[in-house]
T-cell receptor, first 115, second 116 residues
Framework: AAGVIQSPRHLIKEKRETATLKCYPI?????VYWYQQGPGQDPQFLIS???????DKGSIPDRFSAQQFSDYHSELNMSSLELGDSALYFC??????????????FGPGTRLTVL | AQTVTQSQPEMSVQEAETVTLSCTYD???????LFWYKQPPSRQMILVIR??????QNATENRFSVNFQKAAKSFSLKISDSQLGDAAMYFC?????????????FGTGTRLKVLA
């Protein structure tokens, strides 16, 4: 079965640079979630989209923005990168209708290292 | 706001033995979902088991079972016949059933070591 795809899997950037993380949800899934997991920490919710509209917002810095496109893939854009942005970024997807109860399926994550 | 607490940063269990990981949560909602996720060194988030709050029966998945105490807001995970492959970080997570707020709230995790 198809899973959530994230690219790139690893990314190394310098401070003050920008980064774009991409997420391709499971086919037919209409909702995408982004989480940030710092070293030794639990995943923290950043933002979610349903049908290309932002549906919920968490502790996402103003330097970050995200969007969901017509094919339901999503991109997380990160600007003015700081050392503290080094983390594993998870994308998860879900289907809003049916009996699945909006269960989220996680991608493998993108490991971002800021030097 | 909902919170999830895992009070055991690390646990150890002998291979083939049973171990219980604790999780408590705080919420004013009556309908929600609770999950246990396993995160091995690959850091992939793997769903272990889920529990719907409206169901009184505790969920079971093979060697994994939960003890869900809704009134006490407790959701512990029992792993029976522990295997070396069970060694990982385990996260307890809460998800609201309120429309538009489906984000997961995770606990701080419990690192499980399995001793041969």
């Amino acid at each position: 079965a198809a899973g959530v795809i994230q690219s790139p899997r690893h990314l190394i950037k310098e401070k003050r640079e920008t980064a774009t993380l991409k997420c391709y949800p499971i086919p037919r899934h209409d909702t995408v979630y982004w989480y940030q997991q710092g070293p030794g920490q639990d995943p923290q919710f950043l933002i979610s989209f349903y049908e290309k509209m932002q549906s919920d917002k968490g502790s996402i810095p103003d330097r970050f923005s995200a969007q969901q496109f017509s094919d339901y893939h999503s991109e997380l854009n990160m600007s003015s990168l700081e050392l503290g942005d080094s983390a594993l970024y998870f994308c998860a997807s879900s289907l809003s209708s049916g009996d699945n109860d909006n269960e989220q399926f996680f991608g493998p994550g993108t490991r971002l290292t800021v030097l | 706001a909902q919170t999830v607490t895992q009070s055991q940063p690390e646990m150890s269990v002998q291979e083939a033995e049973t171990v219980t990981l604790s999780c408590t949560y705080d919420t004013s909602e009556s309908d929600y979902y609770l999950f246990w996720y396993k995160q091995p060194p690959s850091r992939q988030m793997i769903l272990v088991i889920r529990q719907e709050a409206y169901k009184q029966q505790n969920a079971t998945e093979n060697r994994f079972s939960v003890n869900f105490q809704k009134a006490a807001k407790s959701f512990s995970l029992k792993i029976s016949d522990s295997q070396l492959g069970d060694a990982a970080m385990y996260f307890c997570a809460y998800r609201s059933s309120t429309s538009g707020t489906y984000k997961y709230i995770f606990g701080t995790g419990t690192r499980l070591k399995v001793l041969a």
